[in-house]
């Protein structure tokens, strides 16, 4: 039984081991056993990235509610 690869430090690393992952499976070396790992590794570098991203967009959202108004509704006085 093979060991499960460590989670990604940081969405870069991630981006930057799929980004070679793909490189060596485009350049057609691998062995077929070779290229089912790299795959299965590569899927479970998307889903990071993807969680990673969905996660940064949800704090954007929360950020810009509680700081996003609308002005028209502002009084002179309020300004």
């Known amino acids: 039984m093979t ?4 989670q990604p430090d940081s969405f870069e690393a991630a981006s ?3 980004e070679a992952i793909v490189s060596a499976m485009e350049a ?6 070779a290229s089912l790992s790299a795959y299965k590794r590569g899927v479970e570098l998307l ?3 993807q969680t990673t991203l969905q996660n ?4 954007i959202r929360v950020l810009e509610a509680d700081m ?5 509704t502002l ?3 309020e300004r």
Do not use: N, R, V
Request: proline fraction near 7%; glycine fraction near 8%.
């Open 68 to 72: 996003l108004k609308d002005f028209s």
């Open 16 to 18: 930057t081991e799929l």
């Open 3 to 6: 060991a499960t690869p460590p």
């Open 47 to 49: 889903h990071y990235c």
């Open 56 to 59: 940064a967009q949800q704090q």
């Open 28 to 33: 057609g070396q691998m062995t077929l056993e």
């Open 75 to 77: 009084g002179i006085d």
